[in-house]
């Protein structure tokens, strides 16, 4: 009896090659929503029996869809998959309710909650961010009284942000107590919950795992160019893959190691961030049970010759996975130039070692008007970026060197719309 694969997809567009899962006995279907589906490559249309487009990608909207696949097939050849945070509960409730195999959402909830993964990995010792729970009727009861006590357990800076969102969406920092008044008035009749968290100095990493019977197959960890959160306020963001020498390479991936082992993700790819302050401590950050966005993917096979997207949703079909590391002869980092408001003035490279690959998405002239951004957007999207930037070298070091170079680079020089030669 042939098996139904069925994939979610709501913000994150695939980066495989995805007929290298077609297998004869399964079918495949894919539940998306419009947004992504108008960026699906044809080469990925094709692999699906039947795509379904839905908005938005809901428990309630994809549970008639399974039933209908239900009524085709057993439970046991129902499989749920996904490589997207925005769907990862979504699967896991209908996991649960309908009594299909696999991870449901008391196991998932520590990889999308950042309340419940920091309690947990607390309680254990590992160091994480000091964090408590917005509470909104505490806040509207006396704001004053609210804010007082919060100033007592926080220092400015301090960091505003969704306890279940993903892509650095509804971000905030927090500098003093007129900004706070001004963002939680915007926060606090919102439906979803917000947290208050301690903002950390230091440099941010990601680790990106496979992990098969609660044992990490594969890790690569990676440098930040910049967080994605200040994507927003102009900042490029990015990652440069590091290799196992590097000094601080084994240093995170000791508490990386810890935290798998802690949290138990399922079968699949985890994407970790962990902050290296510059007393020399690691700090945890988040983690979810999804492979990376942006780039990543392609630049650690790049490096690697490791799709850690195709062995997720690999390990996510129960299927069998080989992984084999190619030797790195090469290193290379990605990097997104964020647009800004304003007149193009002028595009400028600094001076480069790397090999380079650039798409520019501006030109001088242009005149740049970008659209507000809904409540809770991701960042880094298509249409705010202005460049993408990829670099490679044989040598790490000259590599990094450019990292740092571009890292402080202005690259799209801007005449601001308030601008008045007068």
Known sequence: MNSVALFFNAITPFKSDLSLL???????????????????????????????????????????????????????????????????????????YLGLKGEGEKVLIKFIDKIVMKNTLDAQGIRTPYHQKFNRDEYLTDKVHYITELEKKFNYPFVVKPIALYGSASFKKIHNRTEWFAYVEQIVHSDI????????????????????????RFVSISEY??????????????????????????????????????????????????????NNEV????????????????????????????????LRLQRPITIQTQRITEFSFFCYVPKKNGLVLSLELPKLNSELSIEWNVKPGDLIQMQPSGEYDILVKPSNIAATIILSNSCFDHLYQDFLTLKKAHLVHIQPENYSSS
């Open 22 to 96: 077609r297998c004869s006995d399964t079918r495949t279907v894919l539940l998306i929503n419009s947004t992504i589906y108008s960026q699906l490559k044809e080469e990925h249309k094709v692999f699906f029996e039947k795509i379904y487009v839905i908005d938005p990608i809901t428990f309630e909207t994809t549970l008639p869809i399974v039933v209908h696949y239900l009524k085709e097939v057993s439970r046991d050849q129902i499989k749920l998959v996904t490589n997207d945070e925005a769907c990862i509960l979504v699967v896991g409730k209908l996991i649960d």
């Open 193 to 216: 919950s917000f947290q208050i968290e301690e903002f950390i100095e230091g440099t941010l990493f990601h680790c990106d795992a496979i992990v098969q019977n609660k044992e990490i």
């Open 225 to 278: 160019l910049w967080p994605m959160a200040l994507f927003k306020e102009g900042y490029p963001t990015g990652s440069i893959v590091l290799p196992e020498h590097d000094s601080r390479w084994n240093q995170l991936n000791v508490v990386h190691q810890q935290i798998i082992a802690l949290l138990q993700p399922p079968e699949g790819v985890t994407h970790c961030e962990l902050f290296l302050t510059q």
């Open 283 to 314: 700090v945890f950050l988040e983690i979810a049970a999804r492979p990376s966005g942006a780039l990543v993917v392609s630049m650690i096979e790049r490096m690697t010759g490791v799709n850690i997207e195709l062995a997720h949703f690999m």
